[in-house]
Structure formats: structure tokens, C-alpha cells
């Protein structure tokens, strides 16, 4: 799997920047874009948007994609002058989301915060506290916090395996964006001992989305004891979910499709098969060959060392992000119907 930050890293990262938080809701009227291409609030609040802040700001104010990137790379003031008319035509509550100066969200009034310091308070007693659990891989970006363990007293192999000692262990992936990209979210996440992937598994996964009461104050700077009083009853419920991803009724579940998988061969051109894939799943070119040759070199041409050539995939991908979606996709290879694989595997 994809490795990022030690846990002591990661730990002090969202730890410093929690320090640099800092939340605004006011009307949008208010709310002003200088030639800059800067966000101004009252003049007192001066933020620089992020690329994910400037993507809220063109979708809720209506301005095609295309044409906000082309403003703002050539022509900044016609920018500024179209995101202040609709600014100011909404009469909208919005929340800013800060760190430090620079504005890294535009979200709903209505957002619920759920922050990644409150996330580890309440996951990181619970997975160390466990004795079995490791931390296998963790890290914080621009749009999410990933903790990926798992339970080394959890282990199921999968029978008739090519793959020498093809050992899984049962895990969990937890994932939070504080900025509007995802919800708070747990899966179940599998580790393949023999070739060290990782594969998230979508399905059963607990979600709680950032959906909450629209706040009454007329302004509001919103402090770091009113966002913790609003995660706790959401937190509360992460220790049942962690349990009952890191199961070994559910593992073995998991495995049976697995050794299912090894029995459904790919018939047909195999260049072609990972082309379709590629097409199915939305993948880049340089992940279709990545998949490819992993496909090849593993010496396996099932259903099975698809996923797995996915998966492995994954830790080729330089963004973090980009690499869990991976290890997610690997999991949709065993979520195709039999159409869909069927026009795979048969390609010619």
C-alpha cells in the first residue's frame, strides 16, 4: 500500500494546523473578490482561496468550470467582477473555512465540522489501546485525513492461491474532509500479506455526512469548543464501527469472493482487457499501464489478479489521494456484474 507519514508525524501535522483554523459564516453580500483574485470579508478577513475553494466558489455561484480556470489564469479582474455580481445577487449564508491566510473551503452554513484533531482523539486510543491493531499507513492532505490499521490476530488465507503464503488481514480505513470533499467514513480495508496491498472495500462502510444546523448568529466566528461539542455524538459511534469492520465474519466473506475471483479466468487480448477496465473505472493512461504490467509480471490472469494488479497500482501513484481511490477501485473489480466482467475478461 501507498505509505505516508509515521503516526507521531501525522499526529503533530493536524496538530499544528489546528492551530491555524479559523471559521467565518456571513452573508455574501459581505463577501467581496479583489483583482487579486483574494477573498474579502468586511475587509477584516483576507483570505487567498485554494483551488478546492475556488471550484466551491464557481459551482455555487453558477460559473462553468472552464471559464472560472480561463478568468482566473488570464483574465483575474473579469474574475473578480463576475464572482462579486453573483456574490452579492445570492444574499447567501456561506462558511468560510481558513487556515492560516488562505481560504481552503466555501461550504453551507449549514456544515457540520467534523476535524481531523477530534477524529484522532477519539480513533487513536481505541486502535493503540488494542494491542493487535498496527497502524499501517496514515497521512494528512489538502483534502483528507487516511488512518489504515489492522489486526494482526484477524488473518484468513486464500485457498489455491498462486501467490506463496497469500495471507489477508481484516483492517479498517477511516477517512475525514474537513473542507466539503467526503464525509467522515470508516470501511473495511484488507491488507494481501504476500505482496503488502491494500484494497478499501466501499460497501459497509459507515458514513456521516457534514450536514448540521444552520447557525442562528448573525456573524459568527466559530471557536474550536463549539466544533467539538458538535462531533462527539458521531465520534461516539466509531468504536462499534472500527469492531465490527475488523471482524473475522466479514473477512471471511471477503475471502470466499477472492477464491471465487481466481476462477474466472481472462480469455481474451489482456492489453485490451485493462483498456476496458481503464474505461470502466475512469483511469488515466499511466495507470493503465501501470495495471498492466503488474497484470503481466504477477503471472496471473484471473479475475483476482486483476484487482490485485489494481491494487499494487496504487503504490505507484505519486498523490496519496489518488493512490486510496486505487486501492478503493481494486475492490470494484470484484463489484463488476457478470456483463461487465464478461466484455472485460473476453476483450478481443
Known amino acids: 500500500m501507498k505509505q505516508g507519514r509515521s503516526l507521531v508525524d501525522l499526529a503533530k501535522t493536524v496538530e499544528q494546523l489546528a492551530t491555524q483554523k479559523v471559521d467565518l459564516v456571513a452573508n455574501t453580500k459581505r463577501m467581496f473578490m479583489d483583482d487579486e483574485s483574494r477573498l474579502l470579508v468586511d475587509a477584516e ?152 496491498n491494500g484494497m478499501v472495500r466501499d460497501k459497509l462502510a459507515f458514513t456521516k455526512y457534514h450536514v448540521g444546523r444552520k447557525s442562528d448568529a448573525l456573524d459568527l466566528v466559530l471557536s474550536d469548543a463549539t466544533k467539538s461539542l458538535e462531533d462527539q455524538a458521531t465520534l461516539a459511534k466509531v468504536r462499534d464501527v472500527i469492531k465490527a469492520c475488523m471482524s473475522m465474519d466479514l473477512l471471511s466473506k471477503e475471502v470466499e469472493l477472492y477464491e471465487a475471483a481466481q476462477r474466472q479466468l481472462i480469455t481474451g487480448d489482456v492489453p485490451k482487457a485493462v483498456e476496458l477496465l481503464g474505461e470502466t473505472m475512469q483511469l488515466s493512461q499511466p495507470e493503465r499501464s501501470s495495471i498492466l504490467r503488474h497484470l503481466i509480471t504477477g503471472g496471473d490472469l484471473s479475475r483476482y489478479a486483476m484487482m490485485n494488479a489494481v491494487t499494487r497500482a496504487a503504490q505507484d501513484i505519486e498523490s496519496y489521494d489518488r493512490a486510496t481511490e486505487l486501492e478503493a477501485l481494486g475492490g470494484r473489480v470484484l463489484d463488476l456484474n457478470q456483463k461487465e466482467w464478461t466484455r472485460i475478461a473476453e476483450a478481443a
Open 45 to 196: 478577513h483576507i483570505f487567498t482561496p485554494t483551488s478546492t475553494c475556488h471550484n466551491q466558489l464557481a459551482e455555487r455561484l453558477n460559473i462553468p468550470a472552464k471559464y472560472y480556470r480561463a478568468m482566473q489564469e488570464y483574465a483575474p479582474a473579469l474574475l473578480a467582477q463576475n464572482v462579486n455580481h453573483w456574490l452579492h445577487e445570492k444574499n447567501d449564508r456561506r462558511m468560510i473555512r481558513g487556515l492560516g491566510g488562505t481560504a481552503r473551503a466555501f461550504l453551507s452554513d449549514r456544515y457540520h465540522r467534523i476535524d481531523n484533531e477530534h477524529v484522532l482523539e477519539t480513533v487513536l486510543p481505541i486502535l493503540l489501546d488494542a494491542g493487535d491493531i498496527q497502524v499501517r499507513s496514515c497521512e494528512v492532505t489538502e483534502s483528507r485525513l487516511y488512518v489504515k490499521a489492522t489486526s494482526r490476530n484477524i488473518v484468513v488465507p486464500v485457498r489455491e492461491s498462486k501467490r506463496v503464503g497469500d495471507l489477508v488481514e481484516a483492517g479498517v480505513l477511516i477517512t475525514n474532509s474537513e473542507i466539503g470533499l467526503g464525509s467522515l467514513s470508516i470501511k473495511p480495508f484488507l491488507h494481501f500479506l504476500a505482496c503488502t
